[in-house]
Antibody
Framework: EVQLVESGGGLVQPGGSLRLSCTGS????????MHWVRQAPGQGMEHVST????????YYADSVKGRFTISRDNSKNTLYLQMGSLRVEDMAVYYC?????????????WGQGTLVTVSS | DIQMTQSPSSLSASVGDRVIITCRAS??????LNWYQQKPGKAPKLLIY???SLQSGVPSRFSGSGSGTDFTLTISSLQPEDFATYYC?????????FGQGTKLDIK
């Protein structure tokens, strides 16, 4: 059974840092592109970042560029999102998602989400 | 950025109804369009990918169509478990964008 389990969310002050983790199981983690998507309370979804299967390529939304870093450790089947200089507007549930596409892209499995609260 | 606009934003319907949700892209995206269902407090669930391909395990009452800029998600006969929020997503660009969502509730 495919599973993605996020962890690392919590309460942080504006300007602070946090590292999210997403551990995959039930599939060959190293062969999938992976994503972070966030959803602010009561709002729609925003694609935050993408990383290729081997970690060689990564992409960021303009809203987080220069503040967030995506990475992965395929030996640990784990995806990371290092978040810095956090702002109130970064407060959201953060989901990791698996992408089986090659020339196309779709998110076929998602984690349960981890809540990041940015508040003083 | 490619903007995705869904209509309607909310919809009331009854069990057994046929429901159509539309999604329009701000530029042509070929068939790089996916649909998700989200229930409160849960992660999104993939329903349709590449505009019309049904994800494994998703009931056949769900179908998708369209290409270019205009797309539809059809639920042929609403079931009680289908009341949720639906999102379209374009994957034409590396950083995808989502529609604002269509909340489907019980009439």
């Amino acid at each position: 059974e495919v599973q993605l389990v996020e962890s690392g969310g919590g309460l942080v002050q504006p300007g602070g840092s946090l590292r999210l983790s997403c551990t995959g199981s039930g599939f060959t983690f190293s062969t999938y592109r992976m994503h972070w998507v966030r959803q602010a309370p009561g709002q729609g979804m925003e694609h935050v970042s993408t990383i290729s299967s081997n970690g060689g390529s990564s992409y960021y939304a303009d809203s987080v560029k220069g503040r967030f870093t995506i990475s992965r450790d395929n030996s640990k089947n784990t995806l990371y999102l290092q978040m810095g200089s956090l702002r109130v507007e970064d407060m959201a549930v953060y989901y990791c998602a698996r992408d089986p596409g090659l020339t196309n892209s779709w998110f076929d499995f998602w984690g349960q989400g981890t809540l990041v609260t940015v508040s003083s | 950025d490619i903007q995705m606009t869904q209509s309607p934003s909310s919809l009331s319907a009854s069990v057994g109804d046929r429901v159509i949700i539309t999604c329009r892209a701000s530029q042509s995206i070929s068939t790089y369009l996916n649909w998700y269902q989200q229930k409160p407090g849960k992660a999104p669930k993939l329903l349709i990918y590449a505009a019309s391909s049904l994800q494994s395990g998703v009931p056949s009452r769900f179908s998708g169509s369209g290409s270019g800029t205009d797309f539809t998600l059809t639920i042929s006969s609403l079931q009680p478990e289908d009341f949720a929020t639906y999102y379209c997503q374009q994957s034409y660009t590396t950083l995808v964008t989502f529609g604002q969502g269509t909340k489907l509730d019980i009439k």
